[in-house]
């Protein structure tokens, strides 16, 4: 079956600083990847939509300059959380969508925390 | 706006038993619904998805509806074990950018 893996699957950084989250397809070739982000006890929420050789799309209330989303190639799409405060601290997921397809494949997620 | 909504936060049953989740859609028609099961610190896992001209989906020992006259799909778990305790998320294809738009999901809890 299709797998997404994502790295790394926990990560503390200190304030200020910058981190990146992979998110990689790993037997299949995906257009369009989503980055959602999940508080607990909360459903996930989009923050952006990557799309391959273009500009990620952002949703209402997420800093695009604070959440800088890489879709370099088919099989793989980076965020970097810039300047991290604690308040950046959450369960990061990315989604794959098969090429031609609905069909989406999640990550495993990534827990980051920000001290 | 497009809402999707799970309103029980939490369900325990005893083993053997067979569990029933309910979603609730409101402001749109979703063409199909989806449901995941989500283990605590992992990523959703695809389960089943039903189209809104099914009116029932079967896998295994899982079985979905779909009413679009109620706006509800139920989610039952037939035979539960203590293995199927997970949060189990509803979802469905609502935004602008083809993504997924979740409930806060429901804690199963199944006890021996």
């Known amino acids: 079956g299709a797998v997404v893996s994502q790295h790394p699957s926990r990560v503390i950084c200190k304030s200020g600083t910058s981190v990146k989250i992979e998110c990689r397809s790993l037997d299949f070739q995906a257009t369009t990847m989503f980055w959602y982000r999940q508080f607990p006890k909360q459903s996930l929420m989009l923050m952006a939509t990557?799309?391959?050789?273009?500009?990620?799309?952002?949703e209402q209330g997420v800093e695009k300059d604070k959440f800088l989303i890489n879709h370099a190639s088919l099989t793989l799409s980076t965020l970097t959380v810039t300047s991290a405060h604690p308040e950046d601290s959450s369960f990061y997921i990315c989604?794959?969508?098969?090429?031609?397809?609905?069909?989406?494949?999640f990550g495993p997620g990534t827990r980051l925390t920000v001290t | 706006s497009q809402k999707i909504e799970q309103n029980s936060e939490a369900l325990n049953i005893q083993e053997g038993k067979t569990a029933t989740l309910t979603c609730n859609y409101t402001?749109?028609?979703?063409?199909?619904l989806q449901w995941y099961r989500q283990d605590p610190g992992r990523g959703p896992v695809f389960l089943l998805l039903i189209r809104e001209n099914e009116k029932e989906k079967r896998k295994e020992r899982l079985k979905v509806t779909f009413d679009t006259t109620l706006k509800q799909s139920l989610f039952h778990i037939t035979a539960s074990q203590p293995a199927d305790s997970a949060t189990y998320l509803c979802?469905?294809?609502?935004?602008?950018?083809?993504?997924?738009?979740f409930g806060k999901g429901t804690k199963l809890s199944v006890k021996p």
């Open positions: 402001n749109y028609s979703p063409a199909y």
């Open positions: 990557s799309n391959e050789g273009s500009k990620a799309t952002y």
């Open positions: 979802a469905s294809f609502g935004g602008s950018q083809g993504n997924l738009i």
């Open positions: 989604s794959a969508v098969l090429q031609g397809s609905y069909e989406q494949y």
